[in-house]
């Protein structure tokens, strides 16, 4: 009589639990997409890929997925680089949105990209705005339980913050789901903890009326004037400038910069001011007026702010 084999046989019990159109192979056209991670090396290369879009599909495979020796792990979209040998289950299908006018309330699939969010809210209540992810690819539950920096944090905090999320719907280890409410340490761990206390599936954020004409976007400076990048934005910081004024800084390769006639590496002094274009340009003009500057901000709503850092998405994978 042949050894039983205990890895095998949970994968064919896991595979009577699904559907055929919720499981990926390496030979599916969309593994690649479904498994793909931000860093390169982390990529495992699961024997399977599995795309959910029930908490009731869910909440069997993680219960079961708990009582084996598979190695696993939950994949939003990516970015923290969440992958394993065996199993990936992937979050993507959770997708929904509901926006609720009465109170200010959407509540939406933690599974999605907070592109995504942003247009269908954008759809639902276009003067409204949300304290989302500066980059619209990434996740909304990643950045959720790693705590969520948004473009308007220093006048409403983190996305995790207690007056941002509200709650979230979680389906635990042993396959129960709640909100997370009902459960006031889970919902505490859930604020930045950094993952590992169930599957988001839902969360309940709060939005508001926002300014539609921001100004905003990348100012490129020369490498080479990094001295007087940095005592702009020493000055800038002594300076009382207002929650509804931001910025950041990074570097973009000159190989990056190619389709706008550039070959040189460049500062990108990425600005934002939800007061408008004279008191953005007023507050910015330290760096506009640096020589060889480059200007690339423009007037746009919440949503078009995120969208400026869409091509990050480009690169995931490569690192």
Not at 267 to 296: K, M, S, T
Request: hydrophobic share 40%; charged share 20%; net charge negative.
């Amino acid at each position: 009589m042949p050894a039983s084999n205990p890895q095998a046989d949970s994968f064919a019990t896991l595979r009577s639990l699904l559907q055929a159109d919720e499981i990926i192979t390496s030979n599916s056209p969309d593994y690649e997409a479904r498994a793909q991670t931000w860093a390169a090396q982390k990529h495992a290369r699961p024997r399977l890929v599995l795309r959910l879009t029930s908490i009731e599909s869910l909440s069997r495979v993680l219960a079961f997925l708990y009582r084996t020796r598979l190695d696993f792990a939950i994949y939003g979209q990516g970015f923290s680089s969440a992958s394993a040998k065996d199993v990936v289950v992937n979050m993507s299908g959770f997708d929904d949105f509901h926006f609720d006018a009465q109170g200010e309330v959407v509540t939406v699939g933690a599974g999605q990209t907070w592109s995504d969010v942003y247009r269908k809210l954008a759809d639902a209540a276009p003067e409204y705005g949300i304290v989302g992810a500066r980059t619209p690819c990434v996740g909304v539950a990643g950045t959720i339980v790693n705590g969520g920096y948004s473009w308007v944090s220093s006048e409403y905090g983190c996305i995790s913050d207690q007056n941002n999320m509200l709650d979230a719907k979680v389906v635990k280890y042993d396959g129960s789901v709640v909100w997370a409410s009902t459960e006031p340490e889970l919902l505490w761990a859930l604020r930045g903890g950094g993952g590992g206390f169930g599957a988001l599936v839902q969360v309940k954020l709060r939005v508001f009326p926002y300014p539609q004409h921001i100004w905003a976007g990348p100012i490129l400076v020369p490498r080479g004037r990094l001295e007087e990048v940095a005592e702009g934005i020493a000055n800038f910081l002594c300076r009382p400038v207002g929650p509804r004024i931001t910025m950041f800084l990074y570097v973009v390769k000159g190989r990056l910069l190619e389709s706008i006639g550039m070959d040189e590496d460049m500062l990108v002094i990425h600005a934002f001011d939800a007061n408008g274009e004279e008191h953005g340009r007023a507050h910015f003009r330290w760096a506009l007026d640096i020589p060889g500057a480059i200007d690339q901000t423009k007037i746009t709503t919440l949503a078009g702010v995120a969208n400026l850092q869409d091509k990050a998405g480009i690169v995931k994978g490569t690192t």
